[in-house]
Each structure stands twice: as structure tokens, then as C-alpha cells.
T-cell receptor, first 112, second 111 residues
């Protein structure tokens, strides 16, 4: 029972490069989320998807795009990476919007 | 004012003592409250959630909710060194469809 799986675990990018962070859950959850975590800032919501086929901006969406490919998968794309996007990224899922979140293991991204 | 506020700590308690972690929130319409534990370099893991005023107990953990005063607390009884971690408070905020997190309190349990 994998829960929420994120790939990759680590990534180093140069400024201007692009990449996609992958996330998949096997709990049949409706809602999925992308958060970033920076020292002293806590977890900040980038984008979320309340259900398959819908996505909405969170607190810090600039510089990111998302795709809810199907009920299981929710990807986060950085089109042109910037040093300010250096962070730890967590994908999470929940059965419903107010249900507890289940987190993936995170992706540590460094942009130089 | 931040929507969810926590003292960053570190909160240091001796082994076997009660650790008390506090969280205040600004939205009076908040309905759901969650406590997560995060070890260094790891992802957050759910400890407890509470929806109603009062106390909710689960093993060594007790969550306390006071909606009138807009705070939620987490008590950890018989604290162990393995409880040393950052504890994140999360609240559902009216008008948003995702949880809002506090910045966390770092707890250190001294052997």
C-alpha cells in the first residue's frame, strides 16, 4: 500500500530549465494538493484539485502549472525555474476537501 | 495577522513531562483542526484531528479545541525523546478548499 508517491526525490535545475514533478495516490482520494515548504514559512499551498478535471490556484501559484491527469495523478510543472523556487515540494491527497491530508515523501528542488 | 499562528519554539521539556503546544487561528468559521508531526527531512504525518469543542484523546495525545477563544492545543503526556519533532497545526479556512498550515513548533524532549 504505497499511499502517495512523488518523483523525483531530489532535483537540481539551472535557472530557466523546466521540469515536472509527478504525484500519484492509490487511496481513491478525490482531492489532491501541491504544497511547498520553506524554512520558517510552513507549508504553503501552490495548487489543488478538488476532483478529477478541476484545478484551482492556492496561495503561491505564480511560476507553476498543474495537471490532474486522472483521479490518481496530479503533476506540477515549472516552466522556467527560478532560484526563488528552491524548496521542498509535497504532494498530498484527501478523501474530501476537509478530510485529513496524506502526504508524499517530498521532492527537494534546488535551482541554481 | 497570520491566519494560523504557532510559536516557533524550540519548546524544550524533560523526558516524562507533559508538552503543551498551542495554535491560534483567525477565521471564526473554521470547522476542522489537524495536528501533524514532522521529523527533520521527512513529510508531515497526521497525529490527530478535532472538529468539536472540548478534548479528544488518543493514547498519549490530547487535542483541545476552544472555538470561542480561537485556539487549539496539543498535549503530549509522558513525552519521549522520539517525540522531538516539529508539530504543525492546520485549519480549514472558510472560503478555501484546502487546509492552511501554521509554521510549526519545534519540540525538543531532553533525555
Amino acid at each position: 500500500n504505497a499511499g502517495v508517491t512523488q518523483t523525483p526525490k531530489f532535483q537540481v535545475l539551472k535557472t530557466g530549465q523546466s521540469m515536472t514533478l509527478q504525484c500519484a495516490q492509490d487511496m481513491n482520494h478525490n482531492s489532491m494538493y501541491w504544497y511547498r515548504q520553506d524554512p520558517g514559512m510552513g507549508l504553503r499551498l501552490i495548487y489543488y484539485s478538488a476532483s478529477e478535471g478541476t484545478t484551482d490556484k492556492g496561495e503561491v501559484p505564480n511560476g507553476y502549472n498543474v495537471s490532474r491527469l486522472n483521479k490518481r495523478e496530479f503533476s506540477l510543472r515549472l516552466e522556467s525555474a527560478a532560484p526563488s523556487q528552491t524548496s521542498v515540494y509535497f504532494c498530498a491527497s484527501s478523501a474530501q476537501e476537509d478530510s485529513p491530508l496524506h502526504f508524499g515523501n517530498g521532492t527537494r528542488l534546488t535551482v541554481t | 495577522q497570520k491566519e494560523v499562528e504557532q510559536n516557533s519554539g524550540p519548546l524544550s521539556v524533560p523526558e516524562g513531562a507533559i508538552a503543551s503546544l498551542n495554535c491560534t487561528y483567525s477565521d471564526r468559521g473554521s470547522q476542522s483542526f489537524f495536528w501533524y508531526r514532522q521529523y527533520s527531512g521527512k513529510s508531515p504525518e497526521l497525529i490527530m484531528f478535532i472538529y468539536s469543542n472540548g478534548d479528544k484523546e488518543d493514547g498519549r495525545f490530547t487535542a483541545q479545541l476552544n472555538k470561542a477563544s480561537q485556539y487549539v492545543s496539543l498535549l503530549i503526556r509522558d513525552s519521549q525523546p522520539s517525540d522531538s519533532a516539529t508539530y504543525l497545526c492546520a485549519v480549514n479556512t472558510e472560503g478555501r478548499r484546502a487546509l492552511t498550515f501554521g509554521s510549526g513548533t519545534r519540540l525538543q524532549v531532553q533525555p
